[in-house]
């Protein structure tokens, strides 16, 4: 194969998904709209977490981390993106092309593991409220948090070490604003516990618990139907029902939408998180 057509000193191009009409014009503005929501609601997120004592429990650590996971999903790939398009440069570096597949990929694997460790803290609040702070004291907390880093940049690892390994050639063009599963092991998780905390709460002798209960659940419930709903529609639908059109749409929601709108669901629907806000 000839040297230029090899994998190094290559350059990809991302295609992208707008063009310069107005109507693409008017999106493009509204997906930099919702990135600065996003990088400000998840930072201030994270500052008010870190700033607020009352804050200072393990689900509200949890829910720093997947702000923190957020403000770097986001960071990863809409800069770039907003560059390509505002200059008319599509192309990508190798280098640079890696690092996105690297990024995008441990973040969304350690996104994966921490929303099945947010619902295992979720079953343990309300099946064995009583041991709460032995089943989730800091040391376990903090071990579940650096585990799913840790297994998300594992992923990263074995994906980019795989997506590079191949020599490239051709026209070296992706269809993605992008360059790129762990799903099945968190999903059960989370169903595991949702199934032990849907029997407690059905076995509640008074209403007012049980709604105190949904309500507990109900942000994390949402933040994991959005995420995991677009992640399983991409992953898990036969390969002749997909078009790259769809696939992007798609990303697009999970990767700029989604982190926009988790902090805003657990600070609408979270009093000590409004509390916390007025306060600081």
Same mark, same amino acid.
């Given at each position: 194969?000839?040297?230029?057509?090899?994998?190094?000193?290559?350059?990809?191009?991302?295609?992208?998904?707008?063009?310069?009409?107005?109507?693409?014009?008017?999106?493009?503005?509204?997906?930099?709209?919702?990135?600065?929501?996003?990088?400000?609601?998840?930072?201030?997120?994270?500052?008010?977490?870190?700033?607020?004592?009352?804050?200072?429990?393990?689900?509200?650590?949890?829910?720093?981390?997947?702000?923190?996971?957020?403000?770097?999903?986001?960071?990863?790939?809409?800069?770039?993106? @907003? $560059?390509?398009?505002? +200059?008319?440069?599509?192309?990508?570096?190798?280098?640079?092309? *890696? #690092?996105?597949? /690297?990024? &995008?990929?441990?973040?969304?694997?350690?996104?994966?593991?921490?929303?099945?460790?947010?619902?295992?803290?979720?079953?343990?609040?309300?099946?064995?409220?009583?041991?709460?702070?032995?089943?989730?004291?800091?040391?376990?907390?903090?071990?579940?948090?650096?585990?799913?880093?840790?297994?998300?940049?594992?992923?990263?690892?074995?994906?980019?070490?795989?997506?590079?390994?191949?020599?490239?050639?051709?026209?070296?063009?992706?269809?993605?604003?992008?360059?790129?599963?762990?799903?099945?092991?968190?999903?059960?998780?989370?169903?595991?516990?949702?199934?032990?905390?849907?029997?407690?709460?059905?076995?509640?002798?008074?209403?007012?618990?049980?709604?105190? @209960? $949904?309500?507990?659940? +109900?942000?994390?419930?949402?933040?994991?139907?959005?995420?995991? *709903? #677009?992640?399983? /529609?991409? &992953?898990?639908?036969?390969?002749?029902?997909?078009?790259?059109?769809?696939?992007?749409?798609?990303?697009?929601?999970?990767?700029?939408?989604?982190?926009?709108?988790?902090?805003?669901?657990?600070?609408?629907?979270?009093?000590?998180?409004?509390?916390?806000?007025?306060?600081?």
């Amino acid at each position: 194969m000839e040297w230029e057509n090899q994998t190094f000193n290559s350059e990809f191009i991302l295609l992208g998904i707008f063009n310069h009409s107005p109507i693409h014009i008017v999106l493009f503005s509204l997906v930099l709209g919702i990135f600065t929501v996003a990088f400000i609601g998840n930072t201030v997120m994270i500052l008010l977490i870190y700033l607020d004592n009352q804050l200072h429990t393990p689900m509200y650590f949890l829910l720093s981390q997947l702000s923190l996971m957020d403000l770097m999903l986001i960071c990863t790939t809409v800069p770039k993106m @907003a $560059f390509n398009y505002l +200059s008319g440069r599509k192309s990508i570096s190798l280098v640079g092309c *890696g #690092a996105q597949i /690297f990024l &995008y990929v441990s973040l969304l694997g350690a996104e994966c593991f921490l929303l099945a460790a947010m619902a295992y803290d979720r079953y343990v609040a309300i099946c064995h409220p009583l041991r709460y702070s032995v089943l989730m004291n800091q040391k376990i907390c903090c071990i579940m948090v650096v585990s799913s880093w840790i297994v998300g940049f594992l992923d990263g690892i074995i994906v980019i070490t795989v997506a590079l390994s191949f020599p490239y050639c051709g026209a070296r063009e992706i269809p993605h604003f992008f360059c790129v599963i762990m799903l099945l092991f968190p999903v059960a998780v989370i169903i595991a516990s949702y199934v032990r905390v849907i029997m407690t709460v059905i076995h509640m002798s008074s209403g007012e618990g049980r709604q105190k @209960a $949904f309500a507990t659940c +109900s942000s994390h419930l949402m933040v994991v139907g959005m995420y995991y *709903g #677009a992640a399983m /529609f991409i &992953y898990m639908r036969p390969v002749s029902d997909r078009s790259p059109t769809q696939d992007k749409m798609v990303s697009a929601f999970y990767t700029i939408l989604t982190p926009m709108l988790n902090p805003l669901i657990y600070s609408l629907r979270n009093k000590e998180v409004a509390r916390a806000f007025m306060k600081v």
